[in-house]
């Protein structure tokens, strides 16, 4: 259990990395301003000087900073953490998630409340990334209509995935938490591995009061071949790491194999199923060759 001291104010950054979304973000930045309890710092890292629209961030009224860090996800997550200073909680987002206006009100509270609590994460209202995506007046009535529990219930999660959860930073720290850099771009699985590294911190919920949209853009996303490299050779690598329960690599290995099979004989215009199906079977045979590599995906197009 960690403390805070009762003299110090909750401070609250959010961290936001960055590639391709430039109208995108300014949206959730816009709506980042509206919270019913702004963070204290949002602390963005983008892969390049235009991926961010610097005139409307700097007009916010919440301070917002420029990181720098290397392309991926991970990298660019760690970089952000490299800057929280003193930070309480970090609130990591994808760059198209949108938060209901109590959202860090709620994440606040919760960390206060409850010192046990390493992380939290939020109740997706609706998740676009299995469609074309979603536009922000359509998010913005999808959060007008949801109807969030009087009373929120926190149940116990195995993982945080860093696009909708808080994490308390004395929990990062004291497990000496990093986001793999070993997983490249997209970094498929990173959660679960960073996740695992300081699941002895406290404990690990979900929350049906924070509530969220992903809207599932797919502009910046990485290719179907890599992808799909990726969605076998990362949970291999994480369960080697030991991150990772082998069950649950299983699933998501065969899960994925069956969903771009079927996929690939009935296509979706909004998912490169051929492609990552292809990059399932490459990966599949670099495993059997001794090859397999999440870093791999670096080499291919």
């Given at each position: 259990m960690i403390d805070t001291p009762a003299n110090k104010p909750?401070?609250?950054v959010v961290g936001i990395p960055t590639l391709g979304r430039?109208?995108?973000?300014?949206e959730t930045l816009s709506q980042l301003e509206k919270q019913e309890r702004r963070p204290d710092r949002i602390l963005i890292c983008p892969v390049r000087g235009d991926d961010v629209d610097w005139e409307h961030a700097g007009a916010l009224a919440i301070p917002v900073e420029r990181i720098e860090g290397p392309q991926g996800s991970c990298a660019q997550r760690n970089a952000i953490l490299d800057a929280v200073g003193d930070a309480d909680a970090i609130l990591f987002l994808d760059d198209d998630y949108v938060l209901a206006d109590g959202f860090i009100a709620e994440v606040e509270r919760l960390f206060l409340q409850y010192p046990d609590i390493a992380a939290v994460t939020a109740h997706t209202v609706v998740d676009g990334v299995r469609g074309p995506g979603i536009d922000m007046p359509e998010v913005l009535a999808i959060l007008a209509k949801d109807q969030?529990?009087?009373?929120?219930h926190l149940s116990p999660v195995d993982v945080a995935p860093s696009g909708d959860s808080a994490f308390r930073i004395a929990a990062i720290r004291q497990a000496g938490a990093r986001f793999d850099e070993n997983l490249p771009l997209y970094a498929w699985c990173e959660d679960v591995d960073f996740s695992g590294q300081f699941r002895g911190q406290g404990r690990i919920v979900l929350s049906t009061a924070l509530r969220g949209v992903h809207r599932g853009v797919k502009r910046g996303r990485t290719s179907g071949l890599r992808f799909g490299y990726s969605q076998i050779?990362?949970?291999i690598y994480v369960v080697r790491k030991g991150t990772m329960r082998r069950s649950r690599a299983v699933r998501f290995v065969v899960g994925n194999l069956a969903a771009n099979l079927l996929g690939s004989l009935w296509p979706q215009g909004f998912i490169d199923r051929r492609g990552r199906l292809k990059g399932n079977l490459l990966a599949l045979w670099d495993l059997v060759r001794g090859r397999l590599a999440p870093q791999r995906i670096l080499t291919l197009g």
């Amino acid at each position: 259990m960690i403390d805070t001291p009762a003299n110090k104010p909750f401070t609250i950054v959010v961290g936001i990395p960055t590639l391709g979304r430039r109208e995108v973000l300014r949206e959730t930045l816009s709506q980042l301003e509206k919270q019913e309890r702004r963070p204290d710092r949002i602390l963005i890292c983008p892969v390049r000087g235009d991926d961010v629209d610097w005139e409307h961030a700097g007009a916010l009224a919440i301070p917002v900073e420029r990181i720098e860090g290397p392309q991926g996800s991970c990298a660019q997550r760690n970089a952000i953490l490299d800057a929280v200073g003193d930070a309480d909680a970090i609130l990591f987002l994808d760059d198209d998630y949108v938060l209901a206006d109590g959202f860090i009100a709620e994440v606040e509270r919760l960390f206060l409340q409850y010192p046990d609590i390493a992380a939290v994460t939020a109740h997706t209202v609706v998740d676009g990334v299995r469609g074309p995506g979603i536009d922000m007046p359509e998010v913005l009535a999808i959060l007008a209509k949801d109807q969030p529990p009087e009373m929120g219930h926190l149940s116990p999660v195995d993982v945080a995935p860093s696009g909708d959860s808080a994490f308390r930073i004395a929990a990062i720290r004291q497990a000496g938490a990093r986001f793999d850099e070993n997983l490249p771009l997209y970094a498929w699985c990173e959660d679960v591995d960073f996740s695992g590294q300081f699941r002895g911190q406290g404990r690990i919920v979900l929350s049906t009061a924070l509530r969220g949209v992903h809207r599932g853009v797919k502009r910046g996303r990485t290719s179907g071949l890599r992808f799909g490299y990726s969605q076998i050779a990362n949970p291999i690598y994480v369960v080697r790491k030991g991150t990772m329960r082998r069950s649950r690599a299983v699933r998501f290995v065969v899960g994925n194999l069956a969903a771009n099979l079927l996929g690939s004989l009935w296509p979706q215009g909004f998912i490169d199923r051929r492609g990552r199906l292809k990059g399932n079977l490459l990966a599949l045979w670099d495993l059997v060759r001794g090859r397999l590599a999440p870093q791999r995906i670096l080499t291919l197009g």
